[in-house]
């Protein structure tokens, strides 16, 4: 049903009812009910119409928004596929190119590493498109699931500490945070040599805060490119779930990203 058709019910449907009770009142009805009893009555069957009617017009909305947010939800993970799909392809690209020009060159051990980037590439880029926040669960169950296959897969030791409940972000604010997860994640394991890699999201309707840190090598922050490392993107997914976003060196040497949310009262 169109919101021009609810907007043309909610003009004639209760005018007409009440309307037309008013008229076969004073017609048919004056012998009968005094102009009293006839105002209480009116008075009723005003409240129970409305009632009536508005909890059928929000019922209707309600769906509408519904099938609004999973649209929207949708876009955004398909968003996400794009660039991911973008990020392999540029990073396989790139590693064709030198593992053409090594081997032109002879350069058989350099070739060689090519070889195990584009590699990597291909596994990282499989494993986050496995790995989509559309799945069924909570946006907690997700995450954990998903470091606990990336520290399997990456070989680094990844420590989770959760305290979120399940209904505080909407999906397309999941799908944010995840991508936000998972890029970081995928930084800890291409550029920071770590050991050991931390999360700490903790939260409340009032706020939430999300950490991840590491014991890596750290970064100059004179030296640092936010395009290569994904920080711009980071930093835009954060804006769009209104919070704030931070990168700093961590207490254990190597990188923190902070970001965090006050909800608005």
Known sequence: MSY??????TVILPTILIGGFEFFRHDFLLGYLSMQTGNVFITILTFVLSLLFSSWV???????NDQLAEEQAKR???????????????GIAQSLFFLNVKLKQGDVAAASRAVSTIDHHVRQAIFNLRSTPEEDGSLNSRVIKWISEWSSFSGIDAKVDFEIPNDLFT???????????QEAFANIRKHSGATQAHIDFKGTQEQWQLRIWD????????????RKYGIS??????????????LSKSELGGTKIIVTKEMQK
């Open 4 to 9: 021009r058709l609810i907007q043309m019910l």
């Open 76 to 90: 955004a993970v398909y968003e996400e596929r794009e660039r991911l799909a973008r990020e392999l392809h540029d």
């Open 171 to 181: 999906i397309k604010e999941e799908v944010q945070i995840f991508a936000i997860v």
């Open 215 to 226: 014991n890596g090598c750290g970064f100059d922050i004179t030296l640092l490119s936010e």
């Open 58 to 64: 929000f019922h209707i909305i309600r769906i509408k």
């Open 233 to 246: 993107m980071m930093r835009e997914r954060a804006r769009q779930v209104g919070a704030g976003f931070q």
